[in-house]
T-cell receptor
Framework: DAKTTQPTSMDCAEGRAANLPCNHS???????VYWYRQIHSQGPQYIIH???NNETNEMASLIITEDRKSSTLILPHATLRDTAVYYCIVRVRNDYKLSFGAGTTVTVRA | GAGVSQTPSNKVTEKGKYVELRCDPISGHTALYWYRQSLGQGPEFLIY????????DSGLPNDRFFAVRPEGSVSTLKIQRTERGDSAVYLC??????????????FGPGTRLTVT
């Protein structure tokens, strides 16, 4: 059973913010939200993770709702190089497996 | 520094043949993972090594699949009597530790296996 639900695809204009939603309504208290992305013909790449507080790094920001049932990954200024499949993953912090769903195919257009 | 490398990048083999796929993890990473990715799907977990031992091989689809990591560094995924359904991209990842720490998995570019 999928633990997360993401839209199949979305488009974004270059230079604009891309907001990628993820639903994880059955998330447990000890589960984190992780985001990875996979550019065509490459392996997945870690982006960011969080538990309940909002997080920001050099790649993106992660906004988690107060009830933790959903989150949004924000790419503040999308570039053509951000075109990729983005995976939202729920995972216990010390669990070694990553359980990928189908992800969201994000296409950044000039 | 060098990332995770996988060889070959592409492998075409005939049904019934034996293949080996190699993974060189990031130096010093004790944890190593294999995943398989079919077209249009996300990667699926196959096996996890902590050091030399396979800590979890529950994702291996059947006994035709086997993986080793004899010296705790390089790993080889071995597939016997290949079938057309084995065609996929095989991804390897490594991380500094398997459990108990906030860490990310670093993935290699994958090996595309095509069974004809």
């Amino acid at each position: 059973d999928a633990k997360t639900t993401q839209p199949t695809s979305m488009d974004c204009a270059e230079g604009r913010a891309a907001n990628l939603p993820c639903n994880h309504s059955t998330i447990s208290g000890n589960e984190y939200v992780y985001w990875y992305r996979q550019i065509h013909s490459q392996g997945p790449q870690y982006i960011i993770h969080g538990l309940k507080n909002n997080e920001t790094n050099e790649m993106a920001s992660l906004i988690i709702t107060e009830d933790r049932k959903s989150s949004t990954l924000i790419l503040p200024h999308a570039t053509l190089r951000d075109t990729a499949v983005y995976y939202c993953i729920v995972r216990v912090r010390n669990d070694y497996k990553l359980s990928f769903g189908a992800g969201t195919t994000v296409t950044v257009r000039a | 520094g060098a990332g995770v490398s996988q060889t070959p990048s592409n492998k075409v083999t005939e049904k019934g043949k034996y293949v080996e796929l190699r993974c060189d993890p990031i130096s010093g990473h004790t944890a190593l993972y294999w995943y398989r990715q079919s077209l249009g799907q996300g990667p699926e977990f196959l096996i996890y090594f902590q050091g030399t031992g396979a800590a979890d091989d529950s994702g291996l689809p059947n006994d035709r699949f086997f993986a080793v990591r004899p010296e705790g560094s390089v790993s080889t995924l071995k597939i016997q009597r290949t079938e057309r359904g084995d065609s996929a991209v095989y991804l390897c990842a490594s991380s500094p530790s398997g459990r108990g720490a906030s860490y990310e998995q670093y993935f290699g570019p994958g090996t595309r296996l095509t069974v004809t």
